[in-house]
Nanobody, 122 residues
């Protein structure tokens, strides 16, 4: 079994910053790509950013480029999302995910965190 636990969400004023963290645990053989997605009220979930095990990054939403930074610590099995210059439009539940090869299975599967609320007030 693999678990992802997030932390770092909260309420912040526009222009402020937050840092999200997500740590994987359980029966893990290897973690490949990790990333973040978000879901705003009444909208579909959308990918925010992805980082490979080698550290290559991709940002899927143009509006976060230059404001958000994804990083990871492989030794800690943790992915981070540093969010600066936050805007009310960034308000959403943020979910981390990880493509994991579990110790009990040869097949890669994507696991999700439980979500953490980020609210940006104007």
């Amino acid at each position: 079994q693999v678990q992802l636990v997030e932390s770092g969400g909260g309420l912040v004023q526009a222009g402020g910053s937050l840092r999200l963290s997500c740590t994987a645990s359980g029966s893990i053989f290897r973690i490949n790509a990790m990333g973040w997605s978000r879901q705003a009220p009444g909208k579909q979930r959308e990918l925010v950013a992805t980082i490979t095990s080698a550290g290559s990054t991709n940002y899927d939403i143009n509006s976060v480029k230059g404001r958000f930074t994804i990083s990871r610590d492989n030794a800690k099995k943790t992915v981070y999302l540093q969010m600066n210059s936050l805007e009310p439009e960034d308000t959403a539940v943020y979910y981390c995910y990880a493509w994991v090869v579990a110790a009990t299975s040869p097949t890669e599967a994507r696991y999700w965190g439980q979500g953490t609320q980020v609210t940006v007030s104007s």
